[in-house]
């Protein structure tokens, strides 16, 4: 492989070699430093090939790399200086890895670089300083690998000093210099109305529907009045300062809410993000820890349950959630990672089942029948989320709690509950008529709790049961051992693991 390049000494007394090459080949040719090199961070990656993809805005400044001159003098020519050798134009090839480097003879000092393939099959000769990202990005696709791109060789002389080189420049280029931050970045773009259009921010692949979204709503969104989420669109520098993020907070809303599908690309969707924009802002204002939060990442969050979630409070469910975990202190995530994260509690919680019955000498039977049925529905099913059975008489929280409280706000949490109405049992009844009531306030069906009885050997069995619950279906039995078979069969439909008698599976 060979590197074209023009040679100057820049400032600070660095040799530089600039000059073009395909994207690919410098891929090829290099590698990043784990020591301080960061991580390829997906959405960045992402955005990356998305850039790369679209050529008509496609530029980014040169790729600096760095090469260390390798040179064994107990085997090789007396008298060889490899940098000051490549520096007054002469031959030097490397007696360590092969590399040679060839200069003109007069005027503009042209370098040359040769590298053997059969070095490259199992070398990477030169190490990435800036420009990890791009390289890294580069080999999504094969197509990306004949972009002309500009790139800067830096040669370091052999020795411990060349480590320390890498690293200061490595620093100096990341913390020296001032770029544009991401708000004024998007400044440029959508308050360009006349320069970039409403269709072209829609159409062209550097931009999409969320930049004009986020266009048609940044207006709209005064912090003076929505006073309690205005935290939420700043960002808190190093010194203190505060500056504020409207566009690039409205951009990633926009951008997850479309992702997730909780809206659609249209003016309507504009409307209704402002109304749940002015709904989580009432809700900030009523905790005074969510109205201090900086947080863009929870604000977008509660916008996309305010919004993907029509029935049940889940909006409350998430506060709470928010609230007790302290959340409001967790900066470094993104809004769908905070989703996500979330989404799976609640997932978990819904395998929650809550077991409410008298627990007594006569009905230990039926608790094991229970579980049997819980069990074989895991091992059946292989649920990566498990059905767990709760017990409030087996709970221990490593501290003492109000039971009636817990009661409450496990039946709250949980995706079903079974209640055994054998003794008719008062707290039972209870505890049934609380998940009934939240099912009511929700505006949710009566369809997630599993009811048994026990028949009675007198044949009244209808009589001991509560008069407002006859009309539910029960699963009676005679002996403890029917349950389980029965319950097994209520919970593979009841979580979709088998359709229900009526249904016909596809």
Known sequence: MRLEGLLEESLGGFVCIRG????????????SDPDYQRNLIEEQREEIVHFLENKEYLFFPEVILSYTLKYDFATGVSGINPLRDILDRKKFASNVDGIRFNSTKSGVHKVIVDITESFLKSNTPFFRIDGNHRLSASQEKTTFNDYVTPFCLILFPEGNQSEEYKRVIFHNINSKSVPLTSEENLRLILDEDNIFSDEKLKTQPSFGVEFFLARKLKDSIDLHVLKHIANSFKQVKHNGDEIENKRTVLLKLFKLLLDKEAIEGNDEAINKVHSAIVAVNELYGKYAKLAACHSHALFIAFVYYELHLEKGDYRASFKNWVLYNHMYNVDDISPSNLVSVYDTILESRKRHIFVSMQFSDDTKNHYTAIKNAIDQVNQK????????????????????????????QLINNTGLLIADLTHGNRNVYHELGFLMGLNVGRDLKHNNFILLMKNDPNGKTDAQVGFNIRDFQQIRFNEAIEITARLVESLEVYYKLKPAGNEVEN
Do not use: C, F, Q, V
Request: hydrophobic share 35%.
């Open 20 to 31: 073009y090459a395909p994207l690919g080949d410098l891929a090829r040719i290099s590698e």
């Open 381 to 408: 099913h292989k649920l990566d989320l498990e059905l767990k059975e709760i017990r409030i008489d087996e709970m221990n929280k490593g501290y003492s709690y109000t039971i009636s409280d817990e009661i409450l």
